[in-house]
């Protein structure tokens, strides 16, 4: 390392992980290790097919009509957002990895310009994500796609008498809830393959859901799934398991992750979900000394239950394992007394950060009037629901994640 004059973090993957571990390594990681050691610089680069960045939080209220969360708002240019870095410091990188080698520490990308680009890392994070069967919810690579999608719905939604949505997870609760509240008239039937909606929350805040959905009309068929996971939205009609079969008007696929976007990655680094493994609480791949500079963030770490949530809580403890072992051998006391007590106390942003996630908290609106939730296992109320995540779908937060401004 001291012979490098630059150190480069290469991040793979420009959704929430990606984002926002660029951003804190920038505002937080580089000014304290560059404190540190003068002498060497640490620029990230932001490897991703997606030019815009996607909000699909707020997916289940955008799809209902083009003005209560206009296009402009839940897809933001990346490039826009780190502008006000320097270029010496921030890279944005559009392509997709296609294989990765640890023995020489180098990426594959292919753009449309270069189907074989290489490029060197110093330190490697993987904030691939996941893909889901409808662009309503992942990027499917650039994010027209996932807009196009929005727009049809836009147009059919208003017509349709029928609605189907497959899925009773908490996208799938929180669009049957939109719809049914913004067009009342239609008949929307909910199918899940469980025994009910909700399954991660606790059995009575699940059946607090399933009645605020029948209030609102909401067909439920429990223990009834889709034949197909991946069913096309224009293919008619739907298959479902049990043997039968609809021909809504409207199609809505919200039965989750359908890949894991780990393909171009060593299979000794996955699990047999082809999620990556883990060797410590913080984040780094497990493997031998070639794994060694190598980390993950986001829906791709094995055992996560991929929430937005845990991301929040994951990007300082990857920023500080990062940093860690940046500056490992390095970090010296001021000395004194205080500086016996905390050694590193000119230096917190190099010191290995716990990970410390709200552990069994969801907030689920069902409609703009409330929902339901449990913080830490508690249930929430309806009007907790309506004030923290319903009334908005979490738009305020769009601004200071895009810009960075929530690590400031």
Known sequence: MSAQQTHNVVIVGGNFGGVNLAHYLLQQSFPALKK???????????????????????????????????????????????????????????????CVRPEDKSITIASASDPQREIKYDSLVIATGTTSTSPLWTLHDNHEQSRTTL????????????????????????????????????KITLITPGERVLPRVKPSISAEAKQALEDLGVTLRLNTGLAEVTADIDIRPIQLSDGSSK??????????PRTMNTAWLPSDWLDSESRVRT?????????????????????VVSGTNKTAIEIDAMVPTVASSIAADIAQGK???????????????????????????????????IGPSGGVGQVFG??????MVRKGKAESFLMELVEPLVTGKKWV
């Open 36 to 98: 540190l050691d003068p002498t060497t610089s640490h620029r990230v680069t932001l490897v991703t097919p997606n030019d815009h960045f996607f909000f699909k939080i707020a997916s289940p209220r955008a799809l209902i009509n083009p003005t209560l969360i206009p296009d402009d708002k839940i897809f933001r240019s990346i490039s826009e957002a780190f502008k006000d870095y320097d270029k010496e410091t921030f890279t944005f990188l559009q392509g997709k990895a296609t």
């Open 378 to 383: 508690w249930g929430m109320p309806s009007f």
């Open 279 to 299: 060797s410590d609480p913080y984040f780094r791949v497990k493997g031998n000394t070639k794994t060694k500079g190598v980390y993950v963030i986001g829906d």
């Open 247 to 256: 021909n809504p008007d409207v199609f809505i696929n919200a039965t989750g």
């Open 151 to 186: 727009k049809a719905l836009h147009s059919t939604l208003p017509k349709a008498s029928t609605v189907l949505i497959a899925g009773a997870g908490p996208v799938g609760v929180e669009t049957a809830g939109e719809i049914a509240s913004a067009y009342p008239d239609a």
């Open 331 to 365: 970090v010296q006391s001021t000395g004194g007394l205080m500086a016996w007590l905390n050694p590193f106390g000119k230096a917190s942003n190099l010191v290995q950060r716990e990970y410390k996630p709200m552990k069994d908290t969801i907030i689920v609106p």
